[in-house]
Every structure is written in C-alpha cells, then in structure tokens.
C-alpha cells in the first residue's frame, strides 16, 4: 500500500474525516500533486524539505482553538 491509499483509507474510518495528512516525497510532478489531492492529502512537500516549510505547512493546516 502507498502514502495514497493510506490517506484515502485513513479519511475512510469513522472519526477521521478532518485527518489532514502531509505527503513528504521524492515525487513533484504536477500528476504527483493530482494523486495527493485526490487521496485528500492536505499537503504535497517535495524533498528535500527545509524546516521552514515544514513549519509553515504546519501553521497552514493548524485549526484555530474551538
């Protein structure tokens, strides 16, 4: 099983539906990208990754306190 089954899975079981997951890959062709967005992946990050992005995807995907 790949990184895009598992979110498609992942988003599939009950309680799980607001899981926001990130692709770290090696992969960065925009068909890559499309089967990151069609698995529900809130993210697609291209390695090699830097801290910053890290951090500021984090920050992006963070949900304000309820």
């Known amino acids: 099983m790949d990184g895009y089954e598992l979110g498609r899975r992942l988003h599939d079981l009950p ?15 925009a068909s890559d990208l499309e089967h990151s967005r ?19 995807t984090l920050d992006r995907l963070t949900l304000p306190p309820v």
């Not at 799980?16 to 090696?26: P, S």
């Not at 069609?38 to 500021?56: E, R």
Request: proline share 3%; net charge positive; hydrophobic share 55%.
């Open 15 to 29: 309680g799980l539906t607001g899981l926001r997951l990130v692709a770290i890959t090696g992969y960065g062709q």
């Open 38 to 56: 069609a698995a529900g992946l809130a993210a697609h990050l291209v390695k090699p990754i830097s801290i910053a992005t890290v951090l500021a």
